[in-house]
C-alpha cells in the first residue's frame, strides 16, 4: 500500500467513530498493541523529548526501505505513533519525503502535531524526515 | 459568612465557556488564575484613557498614570503590611524578584565558600537563581530535605545552619505538594543565627493574607498573574536594611541618580531596582486585583477554597490506585497526584477532552519529581470561584477514564 | 500614498480628550507611544477568553495562549526579519534586553583589561548595564563622543576599536538627539575587527522597518509600548552564534532543560533566555500592535512622520531664542529644545496647561546634558497620529508662553 | 500675621485670576521678585533635588523663629517657593507644625505638591517641618 492509501484507510477507519471517546480508546488499543521496541533501542541517542511524554525513534534502511520502530511512554501518544510506524515504516526515502502526515488532521487529532505541544510527536515525525533525507542523499551519492 | 460564588463567577467571565464542547473547569490555578473583569476595565482605563510614561514628565497624563502607579505601590504595601512603599519593588514577577535578591544579595553579601539553604520543594526559579550565583561566588548550595508526607524536615535545620549560612529561601506554600510551611519557626530559627529569610510567595499570596511585618521574613516574593491580576508584573517586598546594603540589579532610566562615564550614583529605595519603564499598567492592574479581593472579604474566599480542597482530597481518595503526593495537614491550593498504570499526559489530554483543565507534568520542580521517583504529575489547583460542583465532575471524570485504560 | 490620519486617529480614542480644559496634543511618543484599539481589544480577548499558561500545560486553553504566544514571536521575527524564531526573545523592555545581553555576554566574554564602546549619545539603558558588568570584571569603558549637530565621530572609530574591544553598543536613534546613526558603516567597521554590535532600538523600531539580517547587527532590542505595545514587554533579537555561548541571565521555570542539585541544564533557544511565567499577553498584544502597522502601509507613516518633523523643525526655528539640540541631516521621531531663560519645566508646566504634553527633564540622556552644558531640556516627538494643526497650535504656544517671561 | 491669615490673604489675591494664564503669569512675576539667597548657601547640603528642577533651601533660628530663605532654578517653582517664604518664614517651630500649606490645594495649583511630581516643592514643604520639629525638640530639652 502506499503511503497514501495507508493514510486514507485510517481516516476510514476513524470515521466510524461517534465520539471523542471512542476515538482515543482506539488510540489506546493502538498503543497498547504496539509491540516494544528493543530496549536495547530505548537509549538517549533515539529519545526524541517532549516536555512531558518521550518518544524513541530507531531506523533500520535495507533494501532501499526505511524501517521505523518507535514507542512512547505516553499511551495516546503510542497510539499516534502506532499509526505513524504504519504509515511510514517501509517505505522508500522518497515516498517519505513526498507526503504529509494529514491523516492527524482529518482524524481530528490536529492538536497533537500543532508545534506547541510538547508530546515529542512533531519532532518524531521532523526525525522521520529527516532519516528519509539523509538515506535519499546516501543512495545519490553512491549511484 | 459563605461567599456567593454564583456573583463571584459573574465576574470571570472566561469561566463561562465551552472547551471541546463541555463546559470549562478550570483546575489549573496555580499556573495561573483567571483575572476578574474589574481588573480588565482597570487596565483598559489606561490604555485608552490615560497613559504617558511615568515619573518623567510634567504633562497631566504622566502625572495620572504616575498617580496610579505609585497608589499601586501603596496598596500592595497594605496588602503585604510593608513598614514603607520603599520596600515595595514591582519587578515582572516571582521568578525575577528572586533573581534579583539572588545576584543583588550575592553581590554584596556572598564570597568564596559560603552558603546558601534551600529546601528540596523549591519551584526552579527558587533553586536556578541560587545555584547560578552560588557558582559565580564559589558558594555552596544546601538543601532542606522533606519527608513523604511532604513536609519538611524541620528538625535538620539547626545543623544545617552554620556560620557561613547568608540566607535561606523557601516557599510559603509548595506548588506540588501544598504544603504550608512553617514560615514563623523557619524564620525564628535562620534570624536567631542571623540569616535573613527569603520567601517565594508564589503560591502563598494568592491563598493568605500576608503580613510581612508579623512574619518578619526578609524578601517576599510573588507575581500578579496568579493572584487574578495581569501578566508580566510581580512584587518584591524587601526590608530596607538589606535593600539599602543591597547594589542594583538592573541598570538603566529611573534607578539612577546621576550619570556620567566615570561614575554613576543610584537612586533611592525603590527606584533604585526599578530600572526602565516599568509595567505601569499591570501594576495598576495588581492593584486592581488585591482591591478586588478586599471587596469580597477575603478571609470567607480563603475559607471556601480550604473547603474545596478538603472535599477534593476526601473524593479523590476513593479513586482506586490514586496516589496523591503531598498530604501534609497544613495544606492548600493544590492536589498533585497519579493514577497507577496512566500515563499525567494521557490523563490530561483526555481531560482536556471533557473541558477539564488541569497541569501535568514536571511542574517545575524536577527535585519533588526525583523524591517520589515519578517522571510527570497530574495537578488539580483551586480558586475560590471553583465549585463543589466542578469538583464532583472531575471526579466523575476521573473515574471514567480510568475505564479507558 | 499619504496616509489618511483622522481615520488613523480614530484607532486611538485616548488622543480626543480634553486635558485642563483644551484638546490634547500628545507630543510624548518617545517616552511612550498609544495603543490603538485593536491592541487593547486583542488583550483584552485573551484576558476575557483564553488565559492559560504557556508551554505547560495539556488543556486547550493554555494551548490556546501558547499559540498565540509564538505566533505573536514570528510576527516579530518577521517585523525584523530574523533568520530564525529562536532568536527572538521576548524581554520586559529594551533596559532589560540591554542588561540581558551585558551580563551574559559579558560572563561569556569579558575579562580584565577587556574594553567595552559605547557612544556618548546613549540613553542611560545604554550604559549604565555596561557601567555595571565592566565594573564587576574590571573591564573598561570607551566613549565615542557625537559633534555639535549631534553626529558620532565615526572617524575616531577606527582608532578606538582596540585588540580589546570585545562589544559596541549604540543606539540605532537618539532619543534627545535624533540623529539616526549609520549603523551599517559602524557595523562594518567592528565587524572588521571581529567586534559585535549591538543596536539600541527603542527609538528606532518605532520609524523604520528593521532588517536585522541586512544591517548584520548582532543584537537589537526595542520596547513594545513605544511601539503602540503593551507596556511590561520588549524584544531582544540576538545572532544564534551568539546567544548560543551565552549563559541564561534569569533562572527559573521554562528555561531549564534539567535541575537538580547537582547539576542544573539549560533549555534551546528562545527559552534559555525567557526565565518564568513570560509577559504572554503583552506579547500578544505587541504582535498586534505590528500588526497593526503592516495594515497601515507603514512605509507612508515613516514618512509622515518625517515631514511632521521637517516642518516642526522650520517652524520652531522661528522662535527667537529657541536652540535645538541635535541638527544632523539624518534625524528622526524627535526635537530637543530650550528657549533662552526660560525653564524647562516652566515651559512643560504652562504647555501642559494648554492640553499639550511634552517631555522634560534630563531625558536619561545625563551625557548629552553635561556636552551641551545644560540641565534639562524640553523634548517634543511624534507620532504617525500627530498632524500639522497640532504643529502649528505648539508653535504659537510656545510663542505665546514666551510672551509671559 | 498668623500663617492661616497668610494663607487666606494668599487664596483671596488668587481668587482675582480669571484664567490660568494670569495665575501663572502672577507666579512667575513673584519668582522673579524673589531676592535670591547668598550664594554661599547655594550648596550641595541645601539643595533639595526634584528630578527636574531644584530648590536650595537655608534657614536660620532667631528669637524663637526661623528665618527661611530659598530659591528654585525654576521660575514657577520659584513663584511658589516665594509664597511658602511669605507664609512659613519668621514664625515658631510649633506654629510650622501645626499648619498645613492648604493655600495650594485653594489657589488650584494643588499638582505641584503631588508626591509624584518632580519639581521638588513637596520635599520643600517636609524640610521645613523637619527643621521646625528639630528646632522644637532642642528648645524642649533646653527648657
Ligand atoms: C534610546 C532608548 N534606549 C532605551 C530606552 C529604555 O526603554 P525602556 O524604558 O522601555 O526599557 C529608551 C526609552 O526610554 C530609549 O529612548
Ligand atoms: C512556588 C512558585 N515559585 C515561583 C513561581 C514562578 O512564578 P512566575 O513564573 O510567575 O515568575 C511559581 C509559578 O510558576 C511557583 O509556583
Redo the contacts between chains.
Keep these: 500500500m502506499t503511503i497514501d492509501e495507508t493514510q486514507q484507510e485510517i481516516v476510514e477507519d476513524f470515521s466510524g467513530f461517534e465520539d471523542?471517546?471512542d476515538k482515543?480508546?482506539y488510540l489506546?488499543e493502538l498503543g497498547n498493541e504496539l509491540a516494544p521496541i528493543d530496549p536495547k533501542y530505548k537509549v538517549e541517542a533515539n529519545l526524541i523529548r517532549g516536555?512531558?511524554?518521550r518518544v524513541w525513534l530507531h531506523q533500520e534502511f535495507t533494501e532501499g526501505r526505511i524501517i521505523f520502530e518507535a514507542e512512547s511512554?505516553?499511551?495516546?501518544?503510542k497510539g499516534l505513533v502506532a499509526l505513524l510506524l504504519k504509515i511510514y515504516s517501509n517505505h522508500t526515502p522518497k515516498e517519505i519525503l513526498a507526503s504529509e502526515p494529514r491523516f492527524i488532521d482529518e482524524i481530528g487529532l490536529r492538536?497533537h502535531l500543532?508545534?506547541?505541544?510538547?508530546?515529542g510527536l512533531l519532532a518524531m515525525v521532523k526525525q522521520m524526515k529527516l532519516y528519509a533525507l539523509a538515506y535519499d542523499r546516501i543512495s545519490a551519492n553512491n549511484k | 459568612m459563605i461567599p456567593d460564588i454564583s456573583k463571584i463567577r459573574k465576574d470571570f467571565p472566561i469561566l463561562d465557556q465551552i472547551v471541546n464542547g463541555k463546559p470549562l473547569i478550570y483546575f489549573d490555578n496555580a499556573a495561573t488564575s483567571q483575572r476578574p473583569v474589574q481588573v480588565v476595565e482597570r487596565v483598559n482605563e489606561f490604555s485608552l484613557r490615560s497613559n504617558g510614561n511615568i515619573h518623567r514628565a510634567t504633562h497631566s497624563m504622566a502625572n495620572r498614570t504616575t498617580e496610579a502607579f505609585e497608589s499601586g505601590r501603596e496598596v500592595v504595601r497594605k496588602y503585604l503590611n510593608a513598614a514603607e512603599a520603599a520596600e515595595v519593588i514591582f519587578t515582572h514577577g516571582t521568578t525575577e524578584s528572586i533573581n534579583m535578591v539572588a545576584f543583588s544579595f550575592g553581590e554584596a553579601f556572598i564570597s568564596e565558600g559560603d552558603e546558601v539553604i534551600v529546601t528540596e520543594m523549591e519551584h526552579h526559579a527558587n533553586i536556578v537563581p541560587w545555584q547560578m550565583m552560588c557558582e559565580r561566588k564559589g558558594a555552596i548550595l544546601k538543601v532542606l530535605p522533606f519527608s513523604e508526607e511532604g513536609e519538611l524536615h524541620i528538625g535538620l535545620l539547626d545543623s544545617l545552619i552554620t556560620g557561613k549560612t547568608r540566607i535561606l529561601a523557601v516557599a510559603h506554600v509548595s506548588n506540588t505538594l501544598g504544603t504550608i510551611n512553617p514560615l514563623a519557626e523557619i524564620i525564628a530559627k535562620a534570624h536567631q543565627k542571623n540569616v535573613p529569610v527569603l520567601i517565594d510567595g508564589a503560591q502563598g499570596a494568592p491563598h493568605f493574607r500576608i503580613d510581612v511585618q508579623a512574619l518578619d521574613c526578609d524578601f517576599y516574593a510573588f507575581s500578579g498573574h496568579k493572584l487574578y491580576g495581569p501578566t508580566g508584573i510581580g512584587v518584591l517586598y524587601g526590608k530596607r536594611k538589606w535593600l539599602d546594603r543591597m547594589p542594583p540589579y538592573l541598570g538603566g532610566g529611573e534607578m539612577i541618580d546621576r550619570v556620567t562615564f566615570a561614575k554613576t550614583t543610584y537612586n533611592e529605595l525603590p527606584y533604585k531596582f526599578e530600572a526602565g519603564t516599568p509595567h505601569y499598567v499591570g501594576a495598576i492592574g495588581l492593584a486592581a486585583a488585591i482591591e478586588y479581593l478586599h471587596n469580597n472579604d477575603i478571609q470567607s474566599l480563603i475559607q471556601y477554597e480550604h473547603d474545596l480542597l478538603t472535599e477534593a482530597t476526601y473524593k479523590l481518595k476513593q479513586i482506586e490506585g490514586l496516589r496523591i503526593y503531598g498530604e501534609a495537614p497544613l495544606k492548600t491550593g493544590v492536589i498533585s497526584f497519579n493514577i497507577a498504570g496512566i500515563h499525567p499526559f494521557d490523563l490530561g489530554t483526555l481531560l482536556d477532552q471533557m473541558g477539564i483543565a488541569v497541569r501535568t507534568g514536571r511542574l517545575c520542580a524536577d527535585p519533588v519529581m526525583d523524591h517520589f521517583g515519578v517522571e510527570n504529575m497530574v495537578r488539580a489547583s483551586f480558586a475560590f470561584y471553583n465549585t463543589s460542583g466542578e469538583i464532583e465532575a472531575f471526579y466523575r471524570a476521573l473515574i471514567r477514564l480510568k475505564g479507558m485504560f
Design positions: 471523542w471517546m482515543y480508546a489506546i516536555c512531558q511524554s511512554d505516553a499511551l495516546i501518544v492538536q500543532s508545534p506547541t505541544r510538547s508530546n
